[in-house]
């Protein structure tokens, strides 16, 4: 609630009703990068340039907050019907300094497909761990899949340390190449 950026939803009150927790949040009028890539495939080149950035502003501004948001996926960004882009979903998130965490213990860890090699083995995530998972969404916007698919969540996340993803390049052959 503390956080306080043009790229991240607005807290604006949480509490709890008996058993019930919950939280009053800015209401974007939009859909999630999720649902792009679900409705056009891959995602074009400034498109996805735009929105990274943004996401990249967003997590600086969390980063400096000492907040590590820990699941960073399409389905927790949302583009607003004026353009704007909004991270959402710090509900797992941790304070990067001295590992208090955020959330209640025994939560979920996030998404297996977006998850950080780091915190595929178990290890505590940081700042770099939200930029790899930032990584595995500009890959998605652009291939218009994720880098690594399997059965379950255990072979996703066995493949985030072990495996490489297939270049892009050698998905969408008519990807801008680096001056």
Same mark, same amino acid.
């Not at 304070?95 to 505590?124: K, N």
């Not at 969404?137 to 899949?145: D, F, Q, S």
């Given at each position: ?7 991240? !939803? &607005? ?11 919950? #939280? !009053? ?19 074009? *080149?400034?498109?996805?340039?735009? #929105?990274? &950035? ?6 600086? &501004? ?13 389905? /927790? !960004?949302?583009? &607003?019907?004026? /353009? ?57 916007? !652009? ?19 072990? *495996? ?9 052959? *008519? ?5």
């Amino acid at each position: 609630a503390n956080l306080n950026h043009a790229n991240i !939803v &607005s807290v604006y009150d949480w509490g709890q009703d008996g058993e019930t927790s919950f #939280i !009053v949040m800015e209401y974007i009028d939009g859909r999630s990068v999720r649902e792009l890539i679900r409705a056009r495939g891959r995602l074009d *080149d400034l498109q996805v340039a735009g #929105i990274g &950035s943004e996401i990249a502003a967003a997590l600086a &501004s969390a980063h400096a907050a000492g907040v590590v948001h820990r699941d960073i996926k399409p389905a /927790n !960004v949302l583009i &607003s019907s004026s /353009n704007q882009v909004k991270v959402t979903d710090f509900g797992i998130a941790r304070a990067g300094t001295g590992g208090t965490e955020l959330t209640r213990t025994g939560s979920v860890m996030g998404t297996a497909t977006y998850f950080s090699p780091e915190q595929a083995q178990g290890a505590q995530p940081d700042p770099r761990s939200d930029l790899y998972s930032l990584g595995i969404v500009l890959y998605e916007m !652009v291939a218009g899949r994720p880098p690594f698919s399997g059965e379950n969540p255990v072979s996703i996340a066995y493949k985030q340390v072990h *495996d490489q993803p297939q270049p892009l390049n050698q998905l969408v052959p *008519d990807i801008p190449r680096p001056f």
